[in-house]
């Protein structure tokens, strides 16, 4: 009897969102599971490995990005599978609980696994023998954690944990503990209730140290509701998007702006965005642009950020840093920049003077306070961060709330703003300067500032 052909699955990464596709193939046949909007990458990975994709599975409808599934199978002719309860705008194949698909020599069984969603489906995938491979989990059971039950509402959120904590005992009990677990969140997406514990798992490690399956309901359910905080607003845009059926993006360049354009767009309060790095950006930068660096959440912080339908200009030092920054964009729906510039910030002013940020680290905060000068700090971390442990008598507002509440930041003074690492408050401190507000840069890692001289409250 020949041996059965051998399944190979192959992670496709987005760390920016922190989410996780899937190309699963035996060779000659390829599912894809839960794809991004830009389906060239799993495009290139299907013809690197010489397979043709015949089925793309979504677990669920997606609140963090915007799916590339029902353009990829449209590409490529291949059937579009997901829950027969999910109401879309688009022929698709409907799956139901127990529902057997074959696809060359895998099979996949559809379980229904309510929690992230109520309509949420777990796929196992098994070999023509049926020898289980792997369950491609979504946003239901993740490594360590589980996905978060309040996307569709506060109101539904303890329904939801109470569903999640059935679903993961379910697979607990019904696939195989040498199984792969293979979740689309965790990886840092908010989607997560918390972030995800190593880089791969089965569902044997999951049994031993996964809370919802070694804590009894009402402790899980308890602390998952108790840990839940903000999630980017973007996500509001995300579900109407996918039930309707999302085309492929166009990743074409924009058109190139000049430093006239530029200035235009800035004064008509468009977001012109400066996408270096936070040191390159505080040295000199166009008066009023923003500052969200491709070497940080970019993609997450501009979309939660950004008055939804505001025109985006992008500024990179090379076309390649626009074409990332674009790409990331499409992956939350925003589809087209308004237009672009590369080069340096001396020539997208046009000969207008730079503008800076004095940046500091948190010895000199502690300096300018031993001098009794008293100096203004915001901190912009989020809730659960500030809970944890903050700087005695600083100001808090979560970035994600500071454009709402500019009038509670004192004008008459410098605001020295952090974080926990320099990222974020880089970008409060250009919308703190666009605002007309002194903003200096704390740039430094939070763990270090008790050790140098600053107070610590809890």
Known sequence: ?????????????????????????????????????????????????????????????????????????????????LSAEDDVAFERVPLRDGDVVEAGAMRVRALHTPGHTFTHLSYVLADARGDV?????????????????????????????????????????????????????????????????????????EAAVNPVLTRDEETYVAELLAGLDAYPAYYAHMAPRNVAGPDAPDLTPPAVADAAELRRRIEAGEWVVDLRDRTAFAAGHVRGTLSFGLDGSFVTYLGWLIPWGTPVTLLGATADEVAEAQRELVRIGIDRPAAMATGDPGRWAGGDPLASLRRVDFAELAAERASGRQPHVLDVRRNDERRAGYLEDSQHIPLHELQDRLDEVPVD?????HCASGYRASIAAALLARAGVEAVLVDDDFTVAADRGLTLAA
């Open 133 to 205: 491979v792997g369950v491609f989990t979504g946003g239901s059971l993740l490594y360590g954690s589980t996905g978060r039950p309040d996307l569709l509402g506060t109101e539904h959120a303890e329904a939801l944990a109470r569903h999640q904590y059935a679903s993961a005992h379910r697979l607990a009990a019904e696939v195989p503990g040498e199984a792969a677990v293979l979740p689309t969140h965790g990886f840092g997406s908010f989607c997560s209730a918390t972030q995800a514990e190593g880089a791969s798992s089965t569902i044997a490690r």
């Open 413 to 417: 003074r410098p605001v020295w703003v």
């Open 1 to 81: 009897m020949p041996a059965a052909p051998t399944i190979e699955i192959v992670p496709i990464d987005t760390p920016s969102l922190g989410d996780r596709s899937y190309l699963a193939h035996d060779g000659a046949v390829a599912i894809v599971v839960d794809p991004q909007r830009d389906i060239d990458r799993v495009l290139d990975v299907a013809g690197t490995l010489g397979v043709r994709i015949t089925h793309v599975f979504e677990t669920h409808v997606h609140n963090d990005y915007v799916t590339g599934g029902y353009a990829l199978a449209r590409q490529v002719g291949a059937r579009y599978l």
